[in-house]
C-alpha cells in the first residue's frame, strides 16, 4: 500500500495543441478511494493512464509511495489496472487469466495455486477457473479483472471505467462488491468514471475535471453541499441543480429578498451568517442553486413559510415511485453551464416561456400535468455563486 | 372504387402454388448452368485421371473417356521412372522445402508484423513503406541479381536459397496480413499484460501470438500452397536429381527434344502431388476463412 501524489500532472498532445490534463495536483492517502470523475473527454483516463505509466507525462510528476516514477516502467510500478473493456486474455482460462502476473513474476507453482484460489474465493470465482472469459457473463468478466488486479497485491488499484460495460442492475451489484472488495484489502485505489452516482457513492473523496482542469476535490457529502463552482454544482446530482440569474436585495436584520424573475424568496440571516461572503452581493446580481430535492408540494407542507414559496404550472411529471420529478417554468434566466454530455442547444431559450426548472416531490404529492404548482423552497439550502466567474460564494 | 375481398382458400392455394413452381423452375435452370460450368472445368482433371489409369499407347489412341483396359501401370512406371530413385525422393524434398518455408514465414513474418504494430522506433513508417513496396517489385527483376548473389555464395543447387530468406521475413504480403490482424487486436490486452509485468517478448509470445492464430495458419496454408507450386525458382536453384523437387521432377516425364515422354507416368504422378495441397488445404479450410474474414478481405 501507498500513498499516490500528482503534482501539476500535465498531458499535451499534438505539438502542445491539446491540453488533455492541466496541472493536475493531488494528493491520495494511503489505503484511500479517490474517485477521478468528470464528462467524456475531460482528461480523467488520461491523468489515470499517466499514473499506470502506459502514458507519457508532459510535464509534472507522480510519486507512488516515496519513489519518483515518472521514468519507470508500468511493471515495476506496483500498479494493477482494471480496463474498461477487462482485457481478460481470451485464449486463457480463467486461472491463467488470474495466475497470469504471477506466473510472468515466476513464482512457486504452489504459491500461484494458493493466491488464485483465494482471489478466486474472494470473488466467488470457484466455480468458473477452467471456463475461457469468452464462457463467461458480464459480471464474471468483470470479477475477473478484479481477480487479476488483486492477486498481485499491489500497493496501488487503478480503475477504468470498470462498470460501465454492464447494464444498470449488475452495475449497482458491482459498484458495492467492488466497494466492500476495497474496503476489505484497504489498497490505495484511484477509480475513474463518468457517472457521479458511482463517484457519490463509492469514493471516500471525489475529484472532479473538466476540460483537463480540477474543479473540487472533495468527500461526496462536500461536493454535494458546498460545490466549488456552477460546474460542480451541476455535475454532482441528479436531476442537476436549478441554476438562475437572481439579484439580491438590501440586507436588512432578518435577511434579504432575494428576486427571481417576477417572484421572490426571502433568504435568512442564517443563510448569511454561514456565507458571510454574501453581504458583498447585497443589491447585486449573484446566481442562485437549488437542488431539485430542496423543494417540495406545499400541500405537503402547509406550514411552509409564505416568503419561500414559488408559483408556476406544473408542465410534466415524471413518477418515479419513490419520488415524482416535476418540470415547470421559471421567470428568470437560467444559467447555461457548458457540459459536453449534455444537450445544452436544445435547451429552451430563455425569455421565451421562462426556463424550465426542475422539482423532486414526494410520491404523495397529487400534482398532475398541467395543474397549477405552489411549491416550497428550502431557502437554507440554497447555493450562491458569482454571476462573473461562477465560482461559490462561501465565505 | 373498393371491391369486396372475400377469402378464398382454393385461390391462396393455386397462387402458392404457382410461386412455388416459378422457383423451382429457377432453381433448374441454375443448376443446369453450374453444372455444365462444372463439367467443363473439371473434364481435364477427369480425362487425366482415366488417362492415368489406362495402358500408355490407348492415351492418345482413342477418343473415348472410359478406358477400355483398367491399369496402374502408369503409377508404378511414374514412381519408377527414374532408376533407384522414386518419385517418393522428390516428394520428401518438397516437404523439406515446404516445412522450413512454413517455419520460416510464421516465426520471421509475425515477429515483424509485432514490430511494426505494437512497437514504436524510428522511422516505422518508412520501413513499413518499404516493405510493402518490395510486393510490388516483379520477381523477374529480382531474378537475376539474386541469382548472382546466391551464386557467389556457393548456395546455388542447395536449398537454402529458396528457405534462408524465409527466415528473414521477405514475403511481405504475410508480414502485411499479420500486421492487419494485430492491430485489430485491442491494445489494452497488451497494456494489461505490460502492467502485470510481460516483456516484449512475454506478451508477443504468450498474448499475441496465440491470438493471431487465424492468420498463422492463412500464412502457413498459403506459404505451403506457393512453395509446393514453385516450379520457377525450383527450377533454377536445383540442378541435381536428387534435390529436385515435385514440379521440377514433373517436368523430366516430358522430353521436349523430341525423345520418348511418359505421358501416362506424368498424369499419374501429377494426380499423386495433387493429394498433398488438397488434403492441406481441406484440413484447414475453417482456420483459413477465418483468417481472411478477420482481415477484411472476404
Known amino acids: 500500500m501507498a500513498h499516490v501524489t500528482l503534482e501539476a500532472l500535465t498531458k499535451r498532445y499534438g505539438g502542445n495543441a491539446i491540453t488533455a490534463v492541466d496541472n493536475l495536483s493531488l494528493e491520495i492517502e494511503d489505503g484511500e478511494f479517490l474517485v477521478l470523475v468528470g464528462p467524456s473527454g475531460c482528461g480523467k483516463s488520461t491523468a489515470l493512464r499517466m499514473i499506470a505509466g502506459l502514458e507519457e507525462i508532459t510535464d509534472g510528476a507522480v510519486w507512488i509511495g516515496d519513489e519518483f516514477v515518472n521514468d519507470v516502467h508500468p511493471k515495476d510500478r506496483d500498479v494493477a489496472m482494471v480496463f474498461q473493456n477487462y482485457a481478460l486474455y481470451p485464449h486463457m482460462s480463467v486461472f491463467t487469466n488470474i495466475a497470469f502476473p504471477l506466473q510472468i513474476a515466476k513464482l512457486p507453482k504452489q504459491e500461484i495455486r494458493r493466491r488464485v484460489d483465494e482471489a478466486a474465493r474472494i470473488l466467488q470465482l470457484q466455480d468458473f477457473l477452467k471456463r475461457r472469459p469468452g464462457q463467461l457473463s458480464g459480471g464474471q468478466r468483470q470479477r475477473v479483472a478484479m481477480g487479476r488486479a488483486i492477486v498481485r497485491d499491489p500497493a496501488v488499484f487503478l480503475m477504468d471505467e470498470p462498470l460501465s460495460n454492464l447494464d444498470a442492475k449488475l452495475r449497482v451489484q458491482m459498484r458495492s462488491e467492488i466497494h466492500r472488495l476495497q474496503r476489505r484489502l484497504g489498497t490505495t485505489t484511484i477509480y475513474v468514471t463518468h457517472d457521479q452516482v458511482e463517484a457519490m457513492t463509492m469514493g471516500d473523496r471525489v475529484a472532479l475535471l473538466k476540460d483537463g482542469v480540477l474543479q473540487q476535490v472533495d468527500t461526496p457529502a462536500d461536493m454535494y453541499n458546498r460545490p466549488a463552482n456552477t460546474f460542480v454544482a451541476t455535475f454532482i446530482g441528479s436531476p442537476a441543480m436549478n441554476l438562475f440569474h437572481a439579484s439580491l436585495g438590501e440586507n436588512g436584520d432578518d435577511g434579504s429578498r432575494l428576486a427571481l424573475g417576477n417572484q421572490a424568496l426571502h433568504v435568512s440571516k442564517h443563510v448569511f451568517d454561514r456565507r458571510p461572503g454574501l453581504r458583498a452581493y447585497a443589491n447585486q446580481p449573484v446566481i442562485v442553486g437549488i437542488r431539485p430535492e430542496d423543494m417540495e408540494d406545499t400541500a405537503l407542507v402547509p406550514d411552509g413559510a409564505q416568503g419561500n414559496r414559488l408559483h408556476s404550472k406544473a408542465e410534466l411529471v415524471e413518477a418515479l415511485g419513490s419520488d415524482q420529478i416535476v418540470h415547470f417554468a421559471l421567470d428568470a434566466q437560467h444559467v447555461d453551464v457548458v457540459d459536453p454530455d449534455l444537450l445544452t442547444d436544445i435547451a429552451p431559450e430563455p425569455g421565451t416561456e421562462g426556463s424550465f426548472c426542475i422539482a423532486r416531490f414526494s410520491a404523495k404529492s397529487q400534482i398532475r400535468n398541467g395543474d397549477p404548482l405552489e411549491l416550497v423552497v428550502d431557502t437554507d439550502r440554497l447555493q450562491f455563486f458569482d454571476p462573473s466567474s461562477g465560482l461559490a460564494i462561501h465565505h | ?298
Open chain 2, 1 to 298: 372504387m373498393a371491391t369486396a375481398r372475400t377469402y378464398d382458400p382454393e385461390l391462396l392455394r393455386q397462387s402458392r402454388m404457382r410461386r412455388a413452381n416459378a422457383q423451382r423452375l429457377r432453381k433448374f435452370g441454375l443448376h443446369l448452368i453450374l453444372i455444365t460450368l462444372l463439367v467443363v472445368m473439371l473434364y481435364p482433371v477427369i480425362w487425366m485421371v482415366f488417362s492415368s489409369l489406362r495402358p500408355e499407347a490407348e492415351i492418345f489412341g482413342g477418343l473415348g473417356l472410359i478406358p477400355t483396359t483398367w491399369t496402374l501401370e502408369n503409377y508404378r512406371t511414374g514412381w519408377n521412372l527414374f532408376g533407384d530413385k522414386t518419385f517418393g525422393l522428390f516428394f520428401v524434398n518438397s516437404f523439406v522445402i515446404c516445412a522450413l518455408a512454413i517455419a520460416g514465414n510464421l516465426i520471421s513474418c509475425s515477429m515483424a508484423a509485432y514490430a511494426f504494430a505494437r512497437l514504436n522506433f524510428r522511422f516505422k513508417w518508412l520501413w513499413f513503406s518499404l516493405m510493402l513496396g518490395s510486393i510490388m517489385l516483379p520477381i523477374h527483376a529480382q531474378l537475376i541479381p539474386q541469382y548472382i548473389f546466391f551464386l557467389n555464395i556457393g548456395w546455388v543447387n542447395t536449398i537454402l536459397p529458396l528457405v534462408v530468406p524465409k527466415f528473414l521475413a521477405t514475403d511481405a504480403f504475410f508480414v502485411f496480413l499479420m500486421v492487419q490482424f494485430m492491430r485489430s487486436l485491442p491494445p489494452e490486452l497488451e497494456q494489461a499484460a505490460m502492467i502485470d509485468g510481460a516483456s516484449y517478448w512475454q506478451r508477443y509470445w504468450r498474448i499475441i501470438l496465440p491470438l493471431t492464430v487465424p492468420a498463422l495458419v492463412t500464412t502457413a496454408v498459403f506459404t505451403f500452397i506457393f512453395t509446393y507450386n514453385d516450379f520457377f525458382s525450383q527450377l533454377i536453384y536445383l540442378t541435381d536429381i536428387d534435390k529436385m523437387t515435385v514440379p521440377v521432377a514433373l517436368r523430366l516425364f516430358l522430353d521436349p527434344s523430341g525423345g520418348t515422354s511418359s505421358f501416362g507416368g506424368l498424369f499419374a504422378m501429377v494426380l499423386v502431388s495433387i493429394g498433398p495441397v488438397l488434403g492441406f488445404f481441406l484440413a484447414s479450410q475453417r482456420l483459413l476463412v477465418r483468417g481472411i474474414a478477420t482481415q477484411g478481405f472476404k
